[in-house]
């Protein structure tokens, strides 16, 4: 089992920045592709960034690239989402999820992420 916590949502005026964290216990971190997705109100989850297991690749939704970035560190049991030049319509839950494969895998799919975080809300006021 795997327990993921999210922090550092908050509200913040469209251009500013925030900063997510997610922090897992529970299973050996650095074996976990770790990815963040998000929820706008009347919409569907979406996909927002994935990182690999030591972190060397990343991949990103184009909605947020060149925007945010995607990070982790292993030593601390977190990943991060740095997250610059927010707009309106990135307003919404941020989750993070955790994909527990035995074998190396950076996927944006849902389905495939065992272990979810219970969200941060982002909120960016135009």
């Known amino acids: 089992q795997v327990q993921l916590g999210e922090s550092g949502g908050g509200l913040v005026q469209a251009g500013g920045s925030l900063r997510l964290s997610c922090a897992a216990s529970?299973?050996?971190?650095?074996?976990?592709?770790m990815a963040w997705f998000r929820q706008a109100p009347g919409k569907e989850r979406e996909f927002v960034a994935a990182i690999s297991w030591s972190g060397g690749r990343t991949n990103y939704a184009d909605s947020v690239k060149g925007r945010f970035t995607i990070f982790r560190d292993n030593a601390k049991n977190t990943v991060y989402l740095q997250m610059n030049s927010l707009k309106p319509e990135d307003t919404a839950v941020y989750s993070c999820?955790?994909?527990?494969?035995?074998?190396?895998?950076?996927?944006?799919?849902?389905?495939?992420?065992?272990?979810w975080g219970q969200g941060t809300q982002v909120t960016a006021s135009s």
């Open positions: 529970g299973r050996t971190f650095s074996s976990l592709a």
């Open positions: 999820a955790a994909d527990s494969a035995p074998f190396p895998r950076l996927t944006s799919r849902e389905v495939e992420y065992d272990y």
